[in-house]
């Protein structure tokens, strides 16, 4: 099963404990941290391990990102410290973002703003004024800041838990939704079909209505919509035979295959073979290769090959599926 895979961001000698207790406490919550001091980051030999960890941001789903009082290691570009750099490519790539903020610093920080201007200032709770620069700089985000002030690692592991218990329940409300609006959008393609329907029965009376009623539960044939979702496209697909489908699912690299009688009878089946480069633990690029298969009924179909008219409310979602699956490696010949 996928976890959630948290980045943990922050200068490393004076934060040390607290990052190594809040990866006890995210892998209580079941999720995975990330983190580069326990081999989390694979280091590859092209990049340094500085670029390996703003690299590993896009892997991961949430940053947690804690500033001390300690500046840290200046990044490559000169301009901030690596911490600061993780936060800005995470932001950057719109990940799901929370800062901890240590509070003698957060208290401070007000302090700054206040005085900032004024020469010979001292401030005590950090190494370097480029903190509260860098402060100014994130709460001036139109989006994604959260600062939660914390003082010990406790604090911030309450703080996530309920953020995370918060997020999911946001996503769930999200996905209900969607749900809804999909359903709405699938009643009014029916209602749209059977007010042309009535239009044309109301102003056909004296004709014979079965060609053109056939025509447009053609053009709006459920069929379509799951072959697209399939493909993915955003336009509509259309074919009118067996032979228009497989020349769109050709156009798509699909060909069609021969199942098994108990698997695939009364099916025609298309597949097509995909490979992908993935980063390994190592840094090393592997390939992976897998097969895609799309199983569509005869059902559809008459005895010459014609797509038979239908309507939403008939549709079976077994007329029409897909699947993925991992290629098996060819075994390397054993010499004799």
């Not at 996928?2 to 995210?26: G, N, P």
């Not at 670029?51 to 947690?64: A, F, G, K, P, Q």
């Not at 309920?162 to 969607?178: A, D, M, N, P, V």
């Not at 069609?256 to 089946?269: H, R, V, Y």
Request: charged fraction near 30%; aromatic fraction near 10%; proline fraction near 3%.
């Amino acid at each position: 099963m996928a976890r959630l895979k948290i980045f943990i961001s922050s200068t490393y000698y004076d934060l040390k404990s607290i990052r190594a207790d809040l990866d006890r406490q995210v892998r209580e919550l079941g999720h995975e941290p990330v983190r580069f001091e326990v081999g989390n980051i694979p280091f590859g030999s092209e990049d340094s391990p500085e670029s390996e960890c703003y690299r590993e941001i896009s892997n991961c789903d949430v940053l947690v990102c804690i500033i001390g009082g300690v500046f840290g290691t200046v990044s490559s570009d000169g301009n901030y410290s690596i911490t600061q750099k993780e936060l800005k490519t995470a932001h950057d790539e719109g990940k799901q973002i929370y800062i901890f903020l240590d509070k003698p610093v957060s208290q401070e920080f007000h302090f700054y703003k206040a005085n900032k201007s004024l020469p010979g200032v001292n401030f005590t709770s950090v190494s370097d004024k480029k903190i509260f620069e860098f402060l100014e700089e994130i709460y001036s985000l139109s989006k994604g800041n959260p600062i939660f002030p914390f003082e010990t690692s406790h604090d911030i592991g309450v703080i996530l838990r309920e953020q995370l218990s918060g997020l999911f329940q946001r996503l769930i409300k999200q996905y209900s939704s969607i749900e809804q609006i999909k359903l709405s959008h699938e009643l009014k393609e029916s209602l749209s079909t059977v007010n042309k329907l009535v239009d044309v029965l109301l102003s056909n009376k004296n004709k014979d209505n079965n060609d053109i009623i056939k025509e447009i539960l053609t053009l709006n044939h459920p069929a379509f919509k799951a072959i697209g979702e399939i493909l993915g496209v955003s336009f509509k697909c259309f074919f009118s035979s067996k032979n228009e489908l497989t020349s769109l699912l050709d156009d798509f690299r699909f060909k069609m295959i021969e199942m098994d009688p108990w698997e695939g009878d009364g099916f025609l089946c298309f597949s097509k073979r995909t490979m992908k480069r993935v980063r390994i633990k190592n840094g090393a690029l592997q390939e992976e290769r897998s097969i895609t298969t799309i199983k569509i009924s005869e059902r559809l179909f008459d005895n010459d090959g014609t797509l038979i008219p239908s309507t939403a409310t008939k549709w079976t979602d077994e007329w029409i599926s897909s699947s993925v699956n991992a290629e098996a490696k060819e075994e390397d010949d054993v010499p004799f």
